[in-house]
């Protein structure tokens, strides 16, 4: 009770509390994931060479990174709004880049502007091994990225622990459809009737900012006899 009053923002013994504009939330969460799965991270390796780049960077680098982490907030696991240190922004931004193979030391002009788009409709057709959806009204020439999660009936909200990335697309112009049921059933290859899937799109911009996943239900056609030739 008094830490409600007090407004306190942290965790305390497994109940976090965190602090919105005009509201708090308090929760107990599990922790979701076991040691060993986290260790066969396949990024792990990667990860832990941008922290030595970090170190190997000179230090007028380092003081760039420290002059743009003051541009950019971030929430913390408790929604508070806050700074990275220039390191810390270094290591985000370079992580975020991992899927797409790049990776940045000079952040100067570092712009956190990412594309928004409108997520249309989604198909999958198991038959053929299809799969593909439909994007609109892109404001400018972005990369995005596609992951996908499936169940067997239905998927009731967004997770996060059966979504895998598949594919990585350039788009330059305001209209995008894509077809990639090789990527879809390659990541997914017992995807058949009776299971549903949720495609999320991501733009990412060259800084390794990336939007808010729009996400796509797409439907699953039935199947259909061929006609006799």
Known sequence: MGAIVTEIVGSIGGTNFRRGVNNGIISNKSYGGTKNKLLQNPQLGAIASIFKQWRALDPELQGYWNAEALNFLFPDKFGVQKNLTGRQLFSKMNVQLLVVNESIADPTGMSSDVATFDPGPGLVVPQYNGASFRVDDIS???????????????????????????????????????EFGNEFFATFPYYTYGYEA???????????????????????????IPPEE
Request: with cysteine; hydrophobic share 40%.
């Open 140 to 178: 400018i020439p972005s990369r995005f990225l596609i992951s996908c999660e499936i169940a067997h009936g239905p998927l009731n909200a967004p997770t996060f622990t059966r979504r895998a990335t598949i594919k990585e697309v350039y788009v330059g112009g305001t209209y995008w459809e894509e």
């Open 198 to 224: 949720r495609f999320y799109i991501e733009a990412i911009n060259e800084w390794g900012f990336k939007s808010v996943p729009n996400f796509i239900s797409p439907v699953t056609l039935p199947y259909i």
